[in-house]
């Protein structure tokens, strides 16, 4: 039973391998860079497997509610980390770029190797095309190492993923960039769709000659973001926010958010964490987050408590007054959706993360109860009869479309044996 189990993720591994591209050179966004400076970046990834949220999570080296809260996920659910992601479900994974050998890249995952791993999957199946069998050779200095020779099992290997800063801005605006591998079938126009972008901006950040990308390419796609203003004494100087999402900072005692009424970060307390010092504007009774009104004949007194960071381990706050013509309304907030139980290989786009959701002031989150729950779409961006530009449809989508069923079976088979 043990050895027919054993073939049967190999099996598993082996098809998704088949199907992956390879063979062709993938292009990556390269940027140079010196010093030791580094930004904060997204990853997208696709699970190769059913996976646990912590487990996703533990393979970047991530805190499970952070990775939640960078997909508008909801972070405060009891037992959220241990909830089972579906296989297929696309990710943005938040990372750290840092500069390294000259060029912008996140060095900081590590791997183990598993029974069977090789460099070709551990690259295109665990990592999902985020980082070629190549690079992880080089990176590692395996010079000689067969991309489909079995690894030792323990094997440490840093993983290289790709990622860029560009000063945390596009065309002079805050962004916080994705790296996307590009998949059968995308198209950079319906890519930039996707995201709210245009193919200028995409052609432009990626060095592009013509709007094609070929499955494999890894593209930085900018996303429009909420950016801090934190002093540089503080521990999360330069924080930023993707549109629609949220992060969590001063170690997880408060949550920031961006959009979707605005591209201003909005912080208020997170109380996830049961240590936080006191989250109280000086020399008042208002709590961070919350805004206070006085409407006058003129217009409205607006008083506000917000976030300045988190320093030497204190939450810092400052009390902002100001005359507004008008009492503004209640805060809205991103939506917050529950981790999803499957996902919805028919549509070709992910939902707007700024689509507006009404909440309540002084920092009320929708509750989860508001959660949209079930299906969850990927971002696979076009079919293969896209628009004009768009990459062909490669011979190898024949293979996929006949195994497929397959291979479902064969890790459904696996888990219930």
Request: negative net charge; aromatic residues 6%.
């Amino acid at each position: 039973m043990a050895e027919l189990r054993g073939f049967v993720a190999a099996a598993a591994v082996m098809l998704v391998v088949s199907m992956s591209p390879r063979g062709v050179g993938a292009k990556t966004t390269i940027e140079p860079c010196s010093g030791s400076d580094s930004c904060p970046a997204l990853l997208g990834y696709t699970l190769y497997a059913d996976m646990k949220v912590s487990e996703v999570a533990a393979l970047f080296g991530d805190d499970p509610a952070v990775l939640l809260a960078a997909n508008a996920l909801d972070f405060a659910a009891p037992g959220a980390a241990h909830r089972i992601l579906p296989m297929g479900l696309f990710v943005r994974v938040p990372t750290r770029c840092a500069c390294a050998d000259g060029v912008r890249k996140s060095v900081s995952v590590r791997y183990a190797a598993r029974p069977a791993d090789t460099l070709a999957t551990v690259a295109d199946v665990v990592f999902a095309g985020l980082a070629s069998a190549d690079q992880i050779r080089n990176e590692n200095g395996l010079s000689s190492t067969d991309a489909d020779a079995p690894l030792d099992a323990g094997q440490k290997l840093v993983i290289p993923l790709p990622c860029v800063c560009f000063n945390s801005s596009d065309n002079n605006l805050p962004a916080l960039y994705l790296s996307y591998a590009v998949q059968v079938g995308d198209t950079v126009p319906a890519i930039a769709a996707s995201y709210e972008t245009t193919v200028t901006d995409i052609m432009n950040v990626n060095a592009m000659g013509s709007p094609v990308a070929a499955p494999g390419d890894i593209l930085a796609i900018p996303l429009p973001a909420c950016a801090s203003t934190f002093p540089k004494s503080a521990s999360d100087h330069g924080l930023i926010v993707a549109n629609g999402t949220y992060a969590l900072t001063a170690g997880n005692c408060v949550q920031c958010s961006c959009g979707p009424g605005s591209l201003n970060l909005y912080c208020t307390p997170a109380s996830l964490s049961g240590s936080c010092t006191s989250m109280q504007c000086p020399n008042s009774n208002v709590m961070l987050g919350n805004v206070s009104t006085h409407p006058i004949s003129a217009g409205c007194n607006v008083s506000s408590c917000s976030y300045g960071g988190f320093v030497n381990g204190t939450i810092t706050t400052s009390l902002n007054t100001g005359f507004q013509p008008r009492c503004p309304g209640p805060h809205q907030f991103p939506v917050l959706t529950d981790p999803p139980t499957t996902v919805n290989h028919d549509s070709t786009y992910l939902p707007p993360l700024s689509a507006p959701a009404p909440a309540e002031a002084g920092g009320v989150i929708p509750s989860p109860g508001s959660s949209v729950e079930g299906g969850f779409t990927l971002p696979k961006v076009s079919p293969a009869n896209g628009p004009a530009g768009s990459v062909s449809e490669a011979p190898l989508m024949g293979k996929p479309r006949q195994i497929l069923p397959f291979l479902v079976f064969c890790l459904v088979f696996y888990t219930q044996m």
